[in-house]
Every structure is written in C-alpha cells, then in structure tokens.
C-alpha cells in the first residue's frame, strides 16, 4: 500500500461526492420556484439510495469476480472480503475499501444525472424505485462491462477512463426514454419555464467543475503523473467548451449568457471525461471546443425540432457530450500519455474507433432497452406521473410539504 495514493483517493473521492449536491444546485436553479426543492430532493435521495445499494449489492455486481464477463459474482456481497488490504486487479496501491468508496460516489451521480429530465412532474415514489431498478440492472453491468476485470467490453479493448459510457451515455440516453415515456410538462411552449435562479445554477456548475478534478485524476486511482495529465485535460476541455458555447450561442442567438458559460463547462467535462487520462492537452481542447458546440446544437436546435421535454437537458449534454467524448478517445488516445490505453486513430490505429463505437451502440441499447422495461413494469403498480392538480400547484407543496421560498410576513 502507499500512504500518499491512499489519501489523493480518497480526497477525490470527497470530491466526486461533492459533485451532487452540486448537481442538485445545478439542476435546481434552472426550474420554477415552485418545484425547486423536489428537484434538490432528487440528488439528495439518491445519495442516500446509492450509498446502501452499493455497499449491500452494487459494488459486487459491478466489481465482484466476473461471471462470464456479463455480471460480477455475489462474492462480496455485503461487502464481505472487502477490506483494508489492496486488490491488486483494480488498485494495488490503495485499500480495496477505498477503490469501492471512490466507485460508490461514480454509482451515486449517475442516477442522479438521470433525475434532470424528469424534473417537475415525476412522482417521488415512483422516482425512488426507478432508481433502485435502475442503478441494479443497468448501471452494475454496464460499470461491470467496461471497467470489471474480464467484463466483456474491458476485453474488447474499450476505453473509459471515467465514465463516458458508464455515468453519462448510460444516463443520457436513459433520461431521453424517461422524457418521452413521462410526456411534457403542462403548458410547455406556452407557459414560462425560464430559470428561477440562476446564480445557483452558477454554484452548482461551479462545484460540478471542482468535483470534476477527483472524478477524472483520480481515475488514475493513484497520485500519478496520468492523474496529473487528467487533471489538466478535465479543465482545459471544460474552459474549450464553455468558450465554444458562448461564441455559437452569439452566433445564433445574438447573445452569450451566463447559463449558456455554465452548461458550455459542463458539457466539455462530460466529453473529456472517457479520454481523460488517455489524451493530450490539445486533443482535449478540440475534444472540449467540438463538445460545447454540439452540445448547445443538440440542446438549442434539435430538441426544438423534435419537441421532446427534455426539461433540465441531461440527454442534451450527457448523452451528446458522452457519445462525442467516447468516439473522440478512439480518435485521439495515445500510449504515449498512458501506456496501458491504446492508440487511437490519430496515431495510427482506426481499430480503436471501432471498438469504441461498438462499445458506445450496445451502452445506448442496453440501457434505453433497460430503462423502457423498468419505467413499464413500475407503471403496471404505480403511476409515474403526478396528477395536473399536483403539478399546476408545484411539487415542492404538492409532493413535500414545503416551500423553498415561503412568504414571510
């Protein structure tokens, strides 16, 4: 074990968790008011749903012995084995507690990601099974077919150094199903749904792009000289995309705006994110340039054109952004930035491409095929959508009781 590989873990590891209550700011802001607080209450259930999923059955699915490269056994169920001493398949520097805490936080994001679809007129309950359904027969096998040692994409040869299928094709594109199945929001095209507030969306992209630093180096999973090469390529795309998004936005509209800065950021984290240790800086400047720009067309354009509610843009920027990001890794990744990738087409190998445009086809089948049988089966007990009383009145007293912003007298 080292001592200083240790610590930088689990410090990105504080960071990556970071990330959603920044998620929930994020998404926060850019709802009505009256459905703020059940749009926080997304990201903050799910951590508490995520924390025991995986340490119960999550981790082992995903991380457990392989099981014919699909599924990881039950062996550490519970997370029985799972201790102090490193597991030298996945970290051999680390604790292996500490490799699954770090993976925990990855596992406790992404349903959460999902969450900005669905926003003001999703039922919480319905919400809260989804999510357990989904983290366990989604989320596990895909973590398991990529990263799980012998898992059947891993041996393919695909690259994903953080989380381009894993966290965000996979919640992406699940959230786009989710959209579509849910319907639109009541007076869509009609009715005003501008943000509400959006210096705290400011915030929450703001800490999104602080945490980003331990979700990227510290998949090195080591204080490193790849981890010091992800942290400088997750802010250069990020800076890349957030300028690409501001520019093309002028173009279009006339005006650059300060959400438009913030989800220009954010979309170029999402599209760094699979190459963050296999590329050099200036790929990961086009990487992050070419994710803000269509990242902005995917959300300002074609969802206009085909009119789907897509409400706060998850598909938008993580299911676009992760797609772009993981066909750019097989584009730009270099062994001469870590030896243990491979080379991509731009040094001489167009074989990656296709295995990471292989690997990005089944991440997207997988899970709208997944996420369309699970939201089925809970509307064969439950309803998935709020009643129009319900959502007219907003969420947030509707569904909790509360309100964000009450008036004082």
């Known amino acids: 074990m080292d001592t200083g590989d240790t610590g930088f873990i689990m410090i990105c590891t504080a960071l990556v968790f970071l990330m959603t209550p920044g998620l929930a700011l994020f998404y926060g802001g850019m709802v009505r008011k009256k459905n703020v607080l059940s749009t926080l209450m997304h990201s903050w259930i799910v951590i508490g749903i995520m924390s025991l999923q995986w340490i119960l059955v999550g981790y082992t699915l995903a991380f457990g012995p392989d099981f014919h490269g699909i599924i990881g056994s039950l062996n550490w169920l519970g997370l029985n084995g799972v201790g102090i001493e490193p597991n030298a398949q996945y970290a051999a520097t680390i604790p292996?507690?500490?490799?699954?805490?770090?993976?925990?936080?990855?596992?406790?994001?992404?349903?959460?990601?999902?969450?900005?679809?669905?926003?003001?007129?999703?039922?919480?309950?319905?919400?809260?099974?989804?999510?357990?359904?989904?983290?366990?027969?989604?989320?596990?096998?895909?973590?398991?077919?990529?990263?799980?040692?012998?898992?059947?994409?891993?041996?393919?040869g695909a690259l994903d150094f953080a989380g381009g299928n894993v966290v965000h094709i996979s919640s992406g594109y699940s959230a786009l199903i989710v959209a579509l199945i849910l319907g639109k929001r009541q007076g869509l095209g009609k009715d005003s749904m501008a943000p509400h507030h959006i210096p705290m969306t400011v915030l929450g992209a703001g800490l999104l792009w602080f945490g980003w630093f331990g979700f990227n180096a510290g998949s090195a999973l080591g204080a490193n000289g790849i981890a010091g090469m992800a942290f400088v390529n997750t802010n250069t795309a990020a800076a890349a995309a957030a300028i690409a998004w501001v520019v093309v936005e002028r173009l279009h509209r006339g005006k650059s705006t300060m959400l438009g800065a913030a989800s220009g950021a954010v979309a170029g984290l999402v599209a760094i994110t699979p190459g963050a240790g296999f590329v050099t800086p200036l790929s990961s400047l086009f990487i992050g340039l070419v994710g803000g720009m269509i990242c902005y067309l995917a959300i300002s354009v074609i969802k206009a054109k085909f009119g789907y509610d897509d409400a706060l843009d998850a598909f938008g920027c993580?299911?676009?952004?992760?797609?772009?990001?993981?066909?750019?890794?097989?584009?730009?990744?270099?062994?001469?930035?870590?030896?243990?990738?491979?080379?991509?087409?731009?040094?001489?190998?167009?074989?990656?491409?296709?295995?990471?445009?292989?690997?990005?086809?089944?991440?997207?089948?997988?899970?709208?095929?997944?996420?369309?049988?699970?939201?089925?089966?809970?509307?064969?007990?439950?309803?998935?959508?709020?009643?129009?009383?319900?959502?007219?009145?907003?969420?947030?007293?509707?569904?909790?009781?509360?309100?964000a912003y009450p008036d004082f007298i």
């Open 318 to 403: 993580h299911g676009i952004g992760g797609t772009w990001g993981s066909l750019a890794t097989g584009i730009f990744a270099t062994k001469t930035i870590n030896p243990l990738g491979a080379d991509g087409l731009f040094y001489g190998n167009a074989s990656l491409l296709g295995i990471q445009a292989i690997s990005v086809i089944i991440t997207i089948a997988f899970a709208v095929t997944g996420t369309f049988i699970i939201l089925k089966a809970i509307s064969l007990v439950m309803k998935l959508r709020v009643s129009e009383e319900q959502e007219a009145t907003g969420l947030d007293l509707s569904l909790h009781g509360e309100e």
């Open 96 to 156: 292996a507690i500490v490799f699954m805490a770090f993976q925990m936080m990855f596992a406790v994001i992404t349903p959460a990601l999902i969450s900005g679809s669905i926003a003001e007129r999703m039922r919480f309950s319905a919400f809260v099974v989804f999510i357990l359904l989904w983290s366990t027969f989604v989320y596990d096998p895909l973590a398991h077919w990529i990263w799980g040692v012998g898992g059947f994409l891993r041996t393919l």
